[in-house]
């Protein structure tokens, strides 16, 4: 496993939560309802002026096809996102513990190696912090 993983992993997880607010507003769209009044008169006497309220779905069985379709291929973005994120985690529960949080702080909460190491504690210091990173790299 390479350094790029882990970039891949952030953009992964975050592709995961676009996914699902994209496929969220697919489905608000099914559920639109428009509302109008019309007049008219009844068929038969008295004759008197009326009005009448329609109401219905924005929503057409082209559309259905066209948004289920969309629907599709938005799940299979989330789950190929989410079989990266699946493989990182799985990999990251295989290494050591203090590498395990050093890839945390640095990657997943962007923090720079400075607070990197202060959150490390232990009198680690920035390059030493980031020295060990790429010794890991570089062995693994």
């Known amino acids: 496993m390479d350094k790029n993983i882990l970039d891949q992993y952030i953009d992964a997880c975050e592709l ?3 996914t699902e607010m994209e496929i969220l507003r697919l489905e608000n769209m099914q559920v639109q309802m428009a509302q109008d009044s ?3 008169s009844n068929p038969d006497y008295p004759y008197e002026q009326r009005r009448f309220k329609i109401e219905g779905v924005i929503f057409s069985c082209g559309d259905a096809v066209r948004l289920d379709r969309q629907r599709k291929i938005l799940e299979q973005r989330r789950q190929q996102a989410e ?3 699946a493989e ?3 990999w990251m529960n295989g290494i050591p513990i203090r590498m395990q949080r050093i890839i945390r702080y640095r990657f997943f909460q962007e923090l720079t190696w ?3 190491a202060k959150k490390i504690g232990r ?3 920035a390059d030493s912090v980031r020295k060990e990173f790429e010794r890991f790299f570089c062995e693994n």
């Open 123 to 125: 009198k680690a210091t």
């Open 38 to 40: 019309v007049t008219g």
């Open 114 to 116: 400075e607070n990197t």
């Open 88 to 90: 990182v985690e799985s």
């Open 16 to 18: 995961i939560k676009e």
């Open 83 to 85: 079989e990266i994120k």
